[in-house]
């Protein structure tokens, strides 16, 4: 089954950067659609980007659009989000997440999760 390990979260001040990563194992890599989730205190979990097999197609909530940029190497099995100029409103949980095919952006198509990272953006 696959394995998904996030990390990389930690506390920030505002207008600060983080770059999470998650590794993936149990299956083949290339053969999966990765995503980002995150779930801030007290709200439900809600979708941040997505990245297709190879890169060559990603999605983004439009309240990270310009700031996040998800990205994923193949070689090493892992996908990462590069997260610049953070706010306060982006502090969450941040989840990697994992499906056969095609890209999604909705928790349901997903198959697999990972623990979670924790993310603060101090003001």
């Known amino acids: 089954q696959v394995q998904l390990v996030e990390s990389g979260g930690g506390l920030v001040q505002a207008g600060g950067s983080l770059r999470l990563s998650c590794a993936f194992s149990g299956r083949t890599f290339t053969t999966y659609a990765m995503g980002w989730f995150r779930q801030p205190p007290g709200k439900e979990r809600e979708f941040v980007a997505a990245i297709n097999w190879n890169g060559g197609n990603t999605a983004y909530t439009d309240s990270v659009k310009g700031r996040f940029t998800i990205s994923r190497d193949n070689a090493k099995n892992t996908v990462y989000l590069q997260m610049n100029s953070l706010k306060p409103g982006d502090t969450a949980v941040y989840y990697c997440?994992?499906?056969?095919?095609?890209?999604?952006?909705?928790?349901?198509?997903?198959?697999?999760w990972g623990q979670g990272t924790q993310v603060t953006v101090s003001s």
């Open positions: 997440a994992a499906r056969v095919g095609t890209i999604a952006t909705t928790t349901g198509r997903f198959t697999s």
